[in-house]
């Protein structure tokens, strides 16, 4: 029996290895920059991920409102950056060798704190009345750890000292960044464990001890994105709650939202799948994760922008869209952060909320290998051992039935 297990375990541990196809990761910090960035505290980088047929560009930047830019080409491109232009945020500063397949980006786009004054949990997203707005280009961003190798990439930024001169508003507390590149299909280390692919990157914001507005009882607050990609602007991107069998990786949890952008044609007639956000419904009180310590968020529908080029203005996808962000898909999702009853952000003035950005086909949660072999165990170990007296019982009576009937003769 033991032999058994241990046959087992091997061949679960082998298939799990081999599951799925991976990317080589190659990343630079300020590509190409030299001396224009010796004397400044800049942090843009670029992640390369090589694939088998194409290639994966992602550039993550905390110069103007936090960024990410996603590109698919052909493995012979390359990317450039005209460093002069690009700290001006001139358009067209950000460039390929080849006409990039199809692209994707997301602005950090502003902190909304709302007052909750009836503990719905809930912000009117069409009339921000009573609310603050924080953005995030006015936080000091500084750098506090890069991780690079050929398996993952990990970039931790921290915002501290917000100052918005022009609205006169300052705030203590920090915002803190955490964004991880992916060679390979896994589940990841942090808390919720998102199931990320090797076309994906993986977003942490942890809202800590960030000073609430004083005229404000109960503050919640809500991050805004700004999501740019290819295609038509008039067809909405769409918001997908799904409901998943197996809390495995999220006790607990058995939700997980997607938000998908509408597939693209691009000009060779080449149809891609698009691109997608993925966050599963949760969000960490302390630092402590866990489901005792969590509340809940809540998503909206996407919100169309009416002046594309001044929404992006002050971010890195400028710098590469230009003016011809008016003809994209430009569109605003809010997302907040709490559950009616939780106690506010108050209650331990800290809060969490993780995503994936990613190209393709979002993947679904699965039972792992190990939860399968533990549940065949569970469930083919009594058949067996029921099978197994009852053959017991059928051989231990046969004799006796035979003795009898010689007996009788």
Known sequence: MNNVFVFLFLFVTLVDIGYGTQRILRSWLNHGCGTICKDKNLTTVYLRADGQNDTLHYLWDFDGNPSVLLALTSQSASMNISWEDFLLKKKNSITFTEEPVYTFGVVFNKIIEFNDTNDTALINIANLLNTNILHPMFFQWDRKTLIQNNEFVTLNMEGNSYNDSIMN????????????????????EVMPHMLHTENSTQVDIILDHLQTNKSFSNSRFAIELLVVGEGNPEIPMFINPKK???????PGIFEVVEVRTPPYKSMDNY????????????????????????????????????????????????????????????????????????????????????????????????????????????????????????????????????GQAYLNQ
């Open 169 to 188: 508003i300052s705030r203590d507390g920090s915002i803190k960044f955490s964004l991880m590149g992916f060679c390979s299909l896994d589940h990841s």
């Open 244 to 250: 998943s069998l197996d809390d495995e990786h999220t």
């Open 271 to 402: 149809e891609t799948q698009g691109a997608y956000l993925q966050w599963r419904p949760i969000s960490y009180t302390t630092m402590s994760r866990n489901v005792i310590n969590s509340t809940e968020t809540m998503q909206y529908p996407p919100i169309k922008v009416s002046n594309h080029t001044s929404a992006v203005a002050n971010s890195m996808l400028y710098c590469y869209y230009g003016d011809k962000v008016d003809t994209l898909l430009t569109q605003r999702i809010i997302v907040s952060l709490g559950t009616k009853g939780d106690g506010f952000y108050k209650r331990t003035y800290y809060s969490t909320w993780t995503f994936l950005i990613g190209y393709g086909t979002p993947p679904d949660e699965q039972f792992s290998y190990l939860v399968i072999m533990i549940i065949s165990i569970g469930l083919g170990l009594p058949l067996i051992i029921l099978l197994g007296v009852g053959l017991y019982l059928c051989i231990y009576k046969l004799p006796k039935r035979s």
